[in-house]
Structures are given as C-alpha cells and as structure tokens.
C-alpha cells in the first residue's frame, strides 16, 4: 500500500513537473464531484440548500467511502442557462475529470447535461430537478429528488376526497409545471371532480396577480398550484391580497409552494392550507433529527427544505456507490451498484428503482400549522412508495 502511495505520488510530481496536472488528479486517490447548482440568480436559494446539504453529509460522515477520498467541486450555472449547464459539465468531465455529476436546480438544465453524462460514462445524480422524463434522457442519469406526478396525484386524490369538486390549476409554464398540470386533471377527473380553468404562469420575471384575478372570478372551490422552489412566497402574498380565501377558494399545492426555507416568513395566510410532498422539515424521525442538527452545523440561520433532502439523499447515493464498488472509477459499475438501492432516508424509506434509476418513497399531505411560534408542514397522512412514473 505504502509502495504504491508513493508512486502513485511520484508520478503525480512528475506529471506536475511536466505541466499535465490532470494526469496527477486522474491518478490520485481522490473521487472528484462536480456539483453543478444555481448559486446565484432567482433560483439560488435552491443552490444554497443543496450546498448545505451535501457539506453537511460529508461532515457527519466522513470525507471517505470505498477507500476514496471524495472532493467536491462547485461550479455555479446561475439557474436559467442550460448552455452554461452544459459547458460547466464538458469542462468538469473533459479538464477536471470528475467521475460523478451531481446537481441540477431545474429542469431544462439537467436536460442539457444529459448528453455530456452519457457521453462520459459518468454517474450525473439529479437533486432537485423533477419533471418525469429526466432520467430517461441518460442511462447515467440516478435521482434522489421527486417527481412531479408523484407530488400531484395524491394531493389530487386528496382534494376529490375532501369536498373539492370543482379546481383551477395555476402552474409555472415550463416542465415541471405542464407535468403537474397533466397529472393534476387525470388524478382529479378520475375521481370525480373537474378542471374549469388551466392557467401557466411565465417562468421569468412573474407576476401572479393577473392570474389570481381570473381564478377569483371564475370562483373554483380548489386552486391547485405549482411553483418552483422559491416563488410560493410571491403567490401566496398574491393570494391573501386578493382576498381569494374570503372567496371561498381553498389553495392546495406541491410542496414547493410551502418550502421550508421560506415558509415561516409566509405568515398567517398560510395557515391551513394543505399540500402533498416528499419531505418536511417537521418529519418526526431519528433520521431526520440527525439531519437537522448536521444541517444546522453547517447553516445555522437556514432550515432544510426538499431541495436540501435531495442533496443529502444524493450524495448518500454516491457514497453508497463508492463502497458497493471498492471505489471504482468505472460510470457503468457505479450506476449499477445504485439500482435497486434502499435507505431510510430523512424524508422516510425510498428505493432508486432499478428499471427507471429514478426515487421511489412515501408522499406526505401536510397542513401549515403554527407549533411553538414557527409556521411547519406538518404531516397527517401518509400515502406508502409511490413510484416515480405514477
Ligand atoms: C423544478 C424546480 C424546482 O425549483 C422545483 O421546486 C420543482 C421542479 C424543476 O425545474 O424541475
């Protein structure tokens, strides 16, 4: 062992010497991550959280699995320019020679990596973006966040169970949001109730009072919403000023409406008020203490929210890959040892299905209730390991 350290080091120096240094990384020691997030622009808090996240697992797990070290590297692709995405994962692949890709806050940019992933045979773990096709485009593609049906459907089932019969879907115009419409209307219809208006609200720069307007006069008993991580603060502003609950109209949501990383400055018009999701911060689990008080040691003003969780999960995922493969190197032998893999999770149990390499686990209704003067989803129905493609 000692021997080929040391050789290992002497061609590292040699290499150096000769002005290669990514063949002295390629022959380290070291598992390179390439963490590509939006750290800046509309959607950094996303970064933010991931960030925490995966720093937060490193420190209560140690640096090491499989007998590698693992190093993160951050790159920041601003959130709204697949382009940059895929350049930030060429250069990651091709300069820096990571052997994993991990990341991707929104949907068009983890499409836009996929080819690179492919191309490399390189793992690329999706943490937050979570339209259902994703990880059909690349047979490297794992994902530990959720998926969009996933989320909808049960809140769907949920509102025709309890006294919703009429709705409105109000969802971002892009991905995520048109699978959360689809979904939402199929679950909705099929149990009785109906979809009177579909309203797509623009990705960039939105204001939804206009759209808040029309849902006001078209007086539905239930507002199915969907926003991306960060923008249910706006709506739900918009909501309570246009006097919609005084209306009659019951808003229900994802879960990325009522983020945890905003929710307690959301104040009292969200009280009550019902969504479907993966993850809450108030998840009463040993699992989820624990990932709280590591989170805390590394942000400690911020609470975790979903997006949080997947970052975790998502480098749990990759740790669990190094130590099933000795620490290999090799992107087909990495995927494989991800599929089929079950942990309890800080949200609860979930499995990465082996057909689809995408997250199968429990989905949560949640109502926004006040517990020892901080605003929570708390979780009161539970339905067991939804499947990704439901
Ligand atoms: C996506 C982004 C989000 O911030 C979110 O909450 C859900 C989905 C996405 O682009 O896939």
Redesign the pocket.
Known sequence: MTHLTLTRRGLGAVALALGAPSVARAQSGVFRIGLILPMTGP?AS?GRQIEAAVRAYLRQHGESFGGRRVEILLRDDTGTQPDVTRRLAQELVVRERVKALAGF????L?LAAAPIATEAKVPMVVM????SIIPSRSPFILRTSFT?PQATKPMAQWAARNGIRSAVTMVTD???GLDAEKAFKEQFTADGGQVTAELRTPLRNPDYAPFLQRVRDAAPQGLFIFV???EGAAVMKQFAERGLAQAGVRPIGTG?VL?DDILNDMGDPVLGMVTAHHYSAAHDSAENRAFLEAFRGIAPNARPNF?AAGGYDGVHLIAEMLKRTGGSDDGEKLVAAAKGLSWTSPRGPVTIEADTRDIRQDMYIRRAERRDGQIWNIEFDTIAQVRPNI
């Open positions: 959607f996303t806050g929104l949907t068009p983890a937050a973006a979570a339209t969009l892009y991905a995520p991306p991580s960060g990325d983020d997006m």
